[in-house]
T-cell receptor, first 113, second 113 residues
Framework: DAKTTQPPSMDCAEGRAANLPCNHS???????VYWYRQIHSQGPQYIIH???NNETNEMASLIITEDRKSSTLILPHATLRDTAVYYC??????????????FGQGTTLQVKP | NAGVTQTPKFRILKIGQSMTLQCTQD?????MYWYRQDPGMGLKLIYY???????DKGEVPNGYNVSRSTTEDFPLRLELAAPSQTSVYFC????????????FGPGTRLTVT
């Protein structure tokens, strides 16, 4: 199963774009990249997912490199409410059709005024 | 539509006691999951279920039991509570197919002393 590597913490100024990197160099061809976030003490919240192409929704954009070894989650205009732990997850091939996710340590994003 | 609900929100147990953490979802999701989160760490999968009557172990199943008699409910049983089970427990659910986006409950904070 592919592992992910994220920086433990990042800061971002309010109103600026937050770019959160994730390395998944051992990802296999049919493994999806998911991003979740966890605001303090709450349950995690799904943000976005992708396989090969870049994806965008109302919350964020996901940029996946052509070789799929890394990705970047972009919050275009960060607000104080975006302060959270962000998890980059590669859905393991071994999960089959069970939907299992393996959470790592994540990146703590601090948005500052 | 309440989503995923968990009870209780908080609980203190003495070593050796038993308890059941309740989880209910009203989204007609086939898949349900139990995670635990220790302080400063990511989530670890305890057990999961792909449908009523079907359960399987996750990463850290020891000391826990589950059952799934209905689509809506997925209780987690702790037998002989130990201090190592002090954690926040999250229940989640997802659809059977597609992106497997997981919806999380608010969590149960458990302390074993």
């Amino acid at each position: 199963d592919a592992k992910t590597t994220q920086p433990p913490s990042m800061d971002c100024a309010e109103g600026r774009a937050a770019n959160l990197p994730c390395n998944h160099s051992t990802i296999s061809g049919n493994e999806y990249v998911y991003w979740y976030r966890q605001i303090h003490s709450q349950g995690p919240q799904y943000i976005i997912h992708g396989l090969k192409n870049n994806e965008t929704n109302e919350m964020a954009s996901l940029i996946i490199t052509e070789d799929r070894k890394s990705s970047t989650l972009i919050l275009p205009h960060a607000t104080l409410r975006d302060t959270a732990v962000y998890y980059c997850i590669v859905r393991p091939e071994s999960s089959g059709n069970t939907g299992k996710l393996i959470f790592g340590q994540g990146t703590t994003l601090q948005v500052k005024p | 539509n309440a989503g995923v609900t968990q009870t209780p929100k908080f609980r203190i147990l003495k070593i050796g006691q038993s308890m059941t953490l309740q989880c209910t979802q009203d989204m007609n999701h086939n898949y349900m999951y139990w995670y635990r989160q220790d302080p400063g760490m990511g989530l670890k999968l305890i057990y999961y279920s792909v449908g009523a009557g079907i359960t399987d172990k996750g990463e850290v199943p020891n000391g826990y039991n589950v059952s799934r008699s209905t689509t809506e409910d997925f209780p987690l049983r702790l037998e002989l509570a130990a201090p190592s089970q002090t954690s926040v427990y999250f229940c989640a659910s997802s659809k059977r197919t597609g992106i497997y986006e997981q919806y999380f409950g608010p969590g149960t904070r458990l302390t074993v002393t």
